[in-house]
């Protein structure tokens, strides 16, 4: 089992900047996928960024070149850096964690943190 708990969010004006942390626990950390997805209000939730347990990452086209996404698997967190914000980035930002455990899917997700981006 892996919990994961999200913090960083808030409040931001456009063009401002916001860190997402997410710390997990487990001693397991490193073998999982690790990803931040986020939900507007009447929206599907979606991909933002996600870091293999290699380090290999990959991103939504709409916040490539603004966002960057990395991982501390000496202190189980993951981040997101989020720069240049946009009111389209306003949402509920969610960590997962995604892997398999001698072969058994495992799939985790946190409560959630808000950021909104706002004048």
């Known amino acids: 089992q892996v919990q994961l708990v999200e913090s960083g969010g808030g409040l931001v004006q456009p063009g401002g900047s916001l860190r997402l942390s997410c710390a997990a626990s487990g001693s397991i950390f490193a073998i999982y996928t690790m990803a931040w997805y986020r939900q507007a209000p009447g929206k599907q939730r979606e991909l933002v960024a996600q870091i293999t347990s290699g380090g290999s990452t990959n991103y939504a086209d709409s916040v490539k070149g603004r966002f960057t996404i990395s991982r501390d698997n000496a202190k189980n967190t993951v981040y997101l850096q989020m720069n240049s914000l946009k009111p389209e980035d306003a949402a509920v930002y969610y960590c997962?964690?995604?892997?398999?455990?001698?072969?058994?899917?495992?799939?985790?997700w946190g409560q959630g943190t808000q950021v909104t981006v706002s004048s």
């Open positions: 997962n964690a995604n892997g398999r455990i001698l072969g058994t899917p495992q799939n985790y």
